[in-house]
């Protein structure tokens, strides 16, 4: 039985996140009962074909985020190209393209701080490899409301620059190594690793 104190994940990844995402959304379980949300810093303003990558990989249903649409348990959802993401108090995707945060649109701290709005203690953060500090002030956020912080190991990251500054600057209650990453959610969620 899950948790019923968790009702989302939000993930974050950059340099090296294609292989981290794909890695960790394939480990995750059929029945995942909650709504996993990724921002991956990436050139293309397609991420449809992104999308279907990882859709081959893993049992929930993985598309873009659709503005204006709650987030459903069971999905995986991918932030759009070049436009932030966010989680808009009534529990909706709204898009921004105001300036990106962290040299970055989609930025990882912008949808994990809306989202520690909405979920508060509700939320699980996930920090994965990548070349910048995006995302360490955003997980601060969750755990500052409650939430839980989970950090890929830096040494296992394929660029160990964000999680170590997650590290730094939010600490985290998980720091794990990459394939370690979603057993842990399976296990939150009260379902077989």
């Known amino acids: 039985m899950p948790s ?10 950059s340099l090296g996140g294609f292989h981290a ?27 449809s074909d992104m999308a279907q990558l990882y859709a081959a990989r893993t049992p929930l249903n993985v598309s873009e985020a659709p503005e204006r649409v709650a987030p ?4 995986v959802y991918l932030a759009p190209g070049g436009m932030h993401l966010l989680i808009e108090t009534d529990g909706r995707f709204a898009f921004s393209t105001e300036a990106r945060v962290n040299f970055s649109r989609p930025s990882i701290d ?8 909405v979920y508060r203690s509700g939320l699980i953060g996930v920090v994965l490899t990548g070349a910048n500090d995006d995302g360490a002030r955003g997980l ?22 964000m999680p170590a500054a997650a590290l730094d600057i939010a600490g985290a209650d998980y720091v794990l190594d990459l394939e370690k990453l979603g057993p842990q959610l399976n296990r939150l969620a009260g379902l077989d690793a």
């Open 4 to 13: 019923r104190r968790y009702r989302a994940v939000v993930v974050g990844a």
């Open 72 to 75: 459903q348990a069971g999905n």
């Open 21 to 47: 995402l794909r890695t960790l959304f394939a480990a995750l379980h059929g029945r995942f009962p909650w709504p996993v949300i990724a921002v991956l810093h990436t050139a293309t303003e397609d991420v």
């Open 110 to 117: 912008v949808l994990f701080d809306s989202a520690a709005d």
């Open 140 to 161: 601060s956020a969750i755990r500052s409301r409650g939430g839980l912080a989970i950090v890929q190991n830096p040494a296992t990251a394929e660029a160990p620059s």
